[in-house]
């Protein structure tokens, strides 16, 4: 079945830049998002990307797919202490129709001042 | 424009109580998902709906659950006979409809906080 993998935790220094890693199985993936989620809080979409792209940049944020490898990151550059949250990798397979989307278990994001 | 709006935030049921949750989405967003979030788990889907119809329920477990998203109010997902191991976390996300009829942007809601006691 389908399969969404994120590393639980990653810690950064203020400032710098954060990088949380993706990978999943399924090769029919049509859509691949990125989520954040606040404590006590509903998930937040930050943004998604095609899978004919391989890459996307809003802002701080960039995204990487990398298909062959089924691999996407999100970069947040200037990684700043409102950033703390859990980021949730999430994929869909449209197939046509607007199924559910897949989770990862989530990155914690923790910033050292 | 209104977020997706999801009452009551907290729910606190004996075990072999009923749970109704109720969902509302955005303004124009006619396609509605539940989600699941159990402790330090990523969110599971459940089923997904539009007005008067389910359209993939393939998460939902098979017993004592359903969803209803009827033409007038709210989408509702009824938990009959609760057990402890139904304290989690809900969420619901509404879509916009596309021309293609695929929608690629679910937007969250703030999630109704189950606990079974």
């Known amino acids: 079945g389908e399969d969404v993998e994120q590393s639980l935790f990653l810690s950064v220094r203020e400032g710098d830049s954060s990088v949380i890693n993706c990978t999943y199985t399924?090769?029919?993936?049509?859509?691949l998002y990125w989520y954040k989620q606040e404590p006590g809080a509903g998930l937040q979409l930050l943004t998604y990307?095609?899978?004919?792209?391989d890459m996307k940049q809003d802002q701080r944020l960039t995204v990487l797919l990398n298909k062959k490898d089924k691999h996407l990151s999100l970069r947040i550059a200037d990684t700043q202490t409102g950033d703390s949250a859990i980021y949730f990798c999430?994929?869909?397979?449209?197939?046509?129709?607007?199924?559910?989307?897949?989770f990862g278990k989530g990155t914690h994001l923790i910033i050292q001042p | 424009n209104a977020g997706v709006m999801q009452n009551p935030r907290h729910l606190v049921r004996r075990r072999g109580q009923e749970a109704r949750l109720r969902c509302s989405p955005m303004?124009?967003?006619?396609?509605v998902y539940w989600y699941r979030q159990l402790p330090e788990e990523g969110l599971k889907f459940m089923v997904y709906?539009?007005?008067?119809?389910?359209?993939?329920e393939s998460g939902m477990p098979k017993e004592r659950f359903s969803a209803e998203f009827p033409k007038e109010g709210p989408s509702i997902l009824r938990i009959q006979q609760v057990v402890r191991g139904d304290s989690a976390a809900y969420f619901c996300?509404?879509?916009?409809?596309?021309?293609?009829?695929?929608?690629?942007?679910?937007?969250f809601g703030p999630g109704t906080r189950l606990t079974v006691t």
């Open positions: 399924d090769s029919s993936s049509t859509y």
């Open positions: 999430a994929e869909n397979d449209s197939g046509g129709g607007a199924d559910g989307l897949t």
């Open positions: 709906l539009q007005k008067e119809n389910i359209i993939d």
């Open positions: 990307i095609f899978s004919n792209m």
């Open positions: 996300a509404s879509s916009p409809r596309s021309g293609t009829g695929f929608s690629y942007e679910q937007y």
């Open positions: 303004k124009g967003h006619s396609h």
